[in-house]
């Protein structure tokens, strides 16, 4: 199984506390969305293409975690073309390019343990008044973090699979074992759980 979506580094990204990354993220996102300069949107996008490419992370990996939200990004571009302006598509396309890439490289350089952490934190004065329970959403996000990888891979296997057999690879005839061996694992995890009384601590 894959360990994860952060990979081993020292850079500054990496030696910066998980708190503080999330707080910068949070404020890059709100600013991102209070500029409409294309040219300072693309600048912006610039300097996360460089702070993605600081963490040390593999070209082709780079590209591979982040080009279906991109695709998405142009696609969104695209149509704010079709309807509005091409200021209004470039500010899109950078404004939301450089957000992905800002929060590829805090997911590449935090750990998983470092977000379920903060995640506590954050919601234990929620706990008090019984809204949520902190450990449980904490625990909940950390195991969608730690399986992104997994169900890419296993997306990955089951389209190969296909090629293998010579049959054309459909997107009906990929998702529905992916859908199946998914919800397979996670029963398996949601008994192992409950075994472990970790719910009840």
């Not at 990204?13 to 969305?33: C, G, N």
């Not at 195991?143 to 990888?149: D, G, I, K, M, N």
């Not at 690879?169 to 970790?198: C, E, Q, S, Y």
Request: charged share 20%.
């Amino acid at each position: 199984m894959l360990t994860g979506l952060d990979i081993a580094g020292d850079t500054p990204l990496h030696r910066a506390s998980a708190r503080l990354k999330l707080i910068l993220l949070f404020l890059a996102a709100v600013a991102l969305f209070l500029v409409h300069s294309p040219w300072a949107l693309a600048a912006a996008a610039i300097i996360a293409v460089g702070l993605y490419a600081s963490t040390g992370i593999a070209p082709g990996e780079a590209v591979r975690r982040v080009r279906f939200v991109l695709f998405t990004v142009l696609l969104v571009a695209v149509a704010n073309y079709i309807f509005h302006s091409l200021d209004d598509a470039l500010a899109v396309l950078f404004r939301l390019g450089a957000l992905v890439l800002l929060a590829a490289a805090v997911t590449a350089t935090t750990t998983i343990s470092a977000f379920m952490d903060e995640i506590t934190r954050l919601l234990r004065p929620l706990e008090r008044f019984g809204f949520v329970r902190a450990a449980d959403v904490s625990l909940a996000v950390g195991l969608v973090l730690r399986f992104v990888p997994e169900i890419l891979a296993r997306y990955g296997d089951i389209r190969e699979a296909h090629r293998a057999r010579g049959l054309r690879v459909r997107p009906l005839g990929v998702l529905v074992p992916l859908i199946i061996l998914t919800l397979k694992d996670a029963d398996t995890i949601a008994m192992a759980i409950d075994a472990r009384a970790f719910r009840r601590q």
